[in-house]
């Protein structure tokens, strides 16, 4: 059972526009979000996050947007850049006695910015 | 600072044998997360260890398990591997026990091919 799910493997984007990648969860219980960035033979590294009594985070080119009733988010990069080409995946975890919950992925989107 | 350290970076191994992956954290950080990385599957969880002790486990068979030392570092151990633990293994430390909610930073990890 997908928890996270990322439901386009992949996106194309010319550069200098708009990229948006979309997420949705199921587990209501989750109530902080995540989204890492990836290039290949590289571990993921962290981008932005986004916790649920906000609705919007901010941080330069990278917006993250989330909408608990849809139990959707969405990450923004404008402008997008070739160097932003990767797979992009977008975690989630849930409040528990200890703190937080281990984080669960998404299976990723691949971006590819094109000149 | 220096980042978090997986050795080996690569492993060819046969069905059947065992073998044992190492991570060593971010200085200072004394929770170490294991991930299982595989292109249809995406990032998932295998455990947590924080203070040496196995704090969460993931979804995975037996044969996966892990241990922490008192320097925080942490390894993995596959026996009896099989073709489909061929994968992505990798390695996110973390200041805090349950990473969920903060920065978790990876490591390159270590490509498994059981053949």
């Known amino acids: 059972d997908q928890q996270v799910k990322q439901n386009s493997p992949s996106l194309s984007v010319q550069e200098g526009r708009i990229s948006i990648l979309n997420c949705d969860y199921t587990?209501?219980?989750?109530?902080?979000f995540l989204w890492y960035k990836k290039y290949p033979a590289e571990g993921p590294t962290f981008l932005i996050s986004i916790s649920s009594i906000k609705d919007k985070n901010e941080d330069g080119r990278f917006t993250v947007f989330l909408n608990k009733s849809a139990k959707h988010l969405s990450l923004h990069i404008v402008p997008s850049q070739p160097g932003d080409s990767a797979v992009y995946f977008c975690a989630a975890s849930a409040r528990v006695n200890s703190g937080y919950s281990t984080l669960t992925f998404g299976k990723g989107t691949m971006l590819l910015v094109s000149p | 600072k220096a980042g978090v350290t997986q050795t080996p970076r690569y492993l060819i191994k046969t069905r059947g044998q065992q073998v044992t992956l190492s991570c060593s954290p971010i200085s200072g950080h004394r929770s170490v997360s294991w991930y299982q990385q595989t292109p249809g599957q995406g990032l998932q969880f295998l455990f947590e260890?924080?203070?040496?002790?196995?704090?969460n486990k993931g979804n995975f068979p037996g044969r996966f398990s892990g241990r922490q030392f008192s320097n925080s570092r942490s390894e993995m151990n596959v026996s009896t591997l099989e073709l489909g633990d061929s994968a992505l293994y990798l390695c996110?430390?973390?200041?805090?026990?349950?990473?969920?909610?903060?920065?978790?930073?990876f490591g390159q990890g270590t490509r498994l091919t059981v053949v």
């Open positions: 587990n209501s219980m989750f109530d902080y």
């Open positions: 260890y924080f203070s040496e002790t196995q704090r």
């Open positions: 996110a430390s973390s200041p805090r026990q349950g990473i969920g909610n903060t920065e978790a930073f």
